[in-house]
């Protein structure tokens, strides 16, 4: 069966720090993958999504970007956190199959919180 | 491109009563929804979804129904219970392209009071 890890689960880091996500699926090949984020009490806003090693499509400017070294690890990074970079990070993935309908799962989430 | 609305924002209700949570979405191609519930510090879970040939689909005390000419779907939970109170979330998803991606309404805060 097919398993989704991202780490760490917490992290605390100053304002103008570096950053750096990591998520991992298993059990799949050539999953479509996803970055989330969630501001705290509010909805999932979309970062980046990936098709493939080394595509990524960004959905809304920011000073995070996102990198796909590998067919199953997805990574969001940044070079100086905001304080509005704050929030609940989820990683997601699915796979595209012809005729199909991509149901898209969550991996467990990293809760930042920029200081 | 598309956007989903969700509504209430919030929804209180007492044990044992039923719960109707409604999205609107704006692109008739689209032929996925899915829901999503999300407890209070987890990621969000799957729990049901339709495809656009279908009207309506259950799974025990949930339900999700489908009207495709007036572009809403709706999820129906029975018989509340307090491990009901959650966030949910309805999504859709555009067909056409390989992406994957999906558009999430703002969510619903179910309060299941007992």
């Known amino acids: 069966s097919q398993t989704i890890h991202q780490w760490p689960a917490t992290l605390v880091q100053p304002v103008g720090s570096p950053l750096s996500l990591e998520c991992t699926v298993e059990?799949?090949?050539?999953?479509?993958l996803y970055w989330y984020r969630q501001a705290a009490g509010r909805g999932l806003q979309l970062l980046f999504y990936s098709v493939g090693i080394g595509q990524i499509s960004s959905e809304v400017p920011q000073n995070l970007s996102a990198s796909r070294p590998q067919d199953r690890q997805f990574i969001l990074s940044s070079k100086k956190l905001l304080l509005s970079d704050s929030g609940f990070y989820l990683c997601a993935w699915s796979v595209w199959q012809t005729l199909s309908y991509n149901e898209q799962f969550f991996g467990p989430g990293t809760r930042l919180t920029v200081l | 491109g598309e956007n989903v609305e969700q509504h209430p924002s919030t929804l209180s209700v007492q044990e044992g009563d039923s719960a109707v949570i409604k999205c609107t979405y704006s692109d008739s191609a689209s032929n996925y929804f899915p829901w999503y519930k999300q407890e209070l510090g987890k990621r969000p879970q799957l729990i049901i979804d339709?495809?656009?040939?279908?009207g309506e689909k259950k799974d025990q005390r949930i339900a999700v129904t489908l009207n495709k000419t007036a572009k809403h779907f709706s999820l129906h939970i029975t018989e509340t219970q307090p491990e009901d109170s959650a966030v949910y979330f309805c999504a859709a998803r555009g067909p056409g392209s390989n992406t994957g991606k999906l558009i999430f309404g703002q969510g619903t805060t179910l309060q299941v009071k007992p």
């Open positions: 339709i495809r656009s040939n279908v």
């Open positions: 059990g799949t090949s050539n999953p479509n």
